[in-house]
């Protein structure tokens, strides 16, 4: 079976969704799934002005998929839509993967939405969110399957119109990890042996919470807070004594499970998909989104209690190996095969 993977983003492109598409360019082959490199449109957005771009994007879709079985898309509008005309010209089915809602993103970040998701898709709005709605809508319902990452997902999905016979709940796995061990990322990056780290890394979008995070200070102990690049990101997590996540939304957070998986004490929240994975005072300490006061409380309990630290490392591993555990890839190319079949 060739597949063609339309993404929005790609490695080393920071996110989910381009972890992603690289998984399954790395592994489909063992399933018997012939993969090419990926169709990324971030690479033609750098080259062409926009909406320019998703011409010049529909385009390369139309030629690179004629022979093709299937397309899998990563994102429902930069790369969706674009799929989703050449589908139809082609009458070539396609499967989206979703790891969020592009509209309400969009919106956050240009149109002056300050409302969360859950709080996002119960209200209407100007015209011009309300077009980004309808077309991921769109895009969504003609898709061949949704692939949702949580459940929590999957009824966003719903929220847009999607079947449910047609949403399949994949959760994802953990490929590839930093195996630095925290000595030897503190070496590299130049940290004392005994300095306390704090990390809290990825895309700088208003929901992941760094602005509040930057305003806690506590003495002695250094908060490293940002967009890194992905070598440096793993260089910080590998080196931190707790890691921060104060997100006001998760569709299904990749570096939660990185994180657990490398035994780091957590703290977080529950938006979203956090509440699929995470357990408070069980492998993570969850606190309220955007709250100072409770955020700075959790820090200074978790920095002066090492035997709790300890509880949460231990059962943070045991969570990330019943998603090691996981056959993400498997599961996702049986999805592609009852299409295929069909």
């Avoid at 399957?145 to 949403?167: F, H, M, T």
């Avoid at 780091?264 to 955007?290: M, W």
């Amino acid at each position: 079976m060739r597949i063609l993977i339309a993404a929005g983003i790609y490695y080393p492109d920071i996110g989910g969704p381009a972890t992603y598409a690289r998984q399954l360019v790395n592994e489909s082959p063992g399933y018997g799934v012939e993969t090419v490199e990926p169709l990324v449109y971030t690479k033609i957005a750098k080259k062409w002005p926009q909406g320019l771009s998703h011409f010049v994007y529909f385009l390369n879709v139309l030629r690179k998929s004629r022979n093709k079985d299937l397309i899998l898309v990563t994102d429902p509008m930069s790369s969706g839509f674009p799929v989703y005309l050449a589908s139809w010209i082609l009458r070539k089915p396609y499967v989206l993967k979703i790891g969020g809602d592009y509209a309400w993103e969009q919106s956050i970040q240009r149109f002056g939405v300050k409302e969360l998701l859950d709080e996002f898709l119960k209200k209407k709005y100007g015209w011009k969110v309300e077009l980004m709605r309808w077309l991921e809508s769109r895009v969504a319902k003609r898709a061949a399957a949704v692939i949702a990452p949580s459940n929590y997902l999957a009824g966003v999905a719903g929220k847009w119109g999607v079947e449910r016979n047609k949403i399949k709940v994949i959760y994802n796995s953990i490929s590839s990890v930093s195996r630095l061990t925290r000595k030897e990322a503190r070496e590299k990056l130049g940290i004392k042996e005994s300095k306390i780290i704090l990390f809290s890394g990825g895309r700088n979008v208003p929901w992941k919470g760094f602005s509040m995070l930057r305003e806690i200070t506590i003495p002695d102990v250094k908060i490293v807070i940002g967009q890194f690049p992905t070598e440096i990101y793993d260089l910080w997590l590998a080196a931190c004594d707790i890691y921060l996540l104060n997100t006001g939304y998760e569709g299904f957070s990749h570096q939660i499970l990185e994180a657990m998986f490398m035994g780091k004490s957590i703290i977080t929240t529950d938006s979203g998909g956090n509440r699929e994975v995470v357990e408070n005072e069980k492998n993570a300490l969850v606190v309220e989104y955007n709250n100072k006061k409770a955020w700075t409380g959790a820090i200074n309990r978790l920095i002066g209690d090492i035997v709790l630290q300890k509880k949460l490392s231990e059962n943070a591993v045991k969570t990330a190996q019943k998603f090691l555990d996981k056959d993400m890839v498997g599961e996702t190319v049986k999805v592609f095969k009852e299409i295929y079949g069909n």
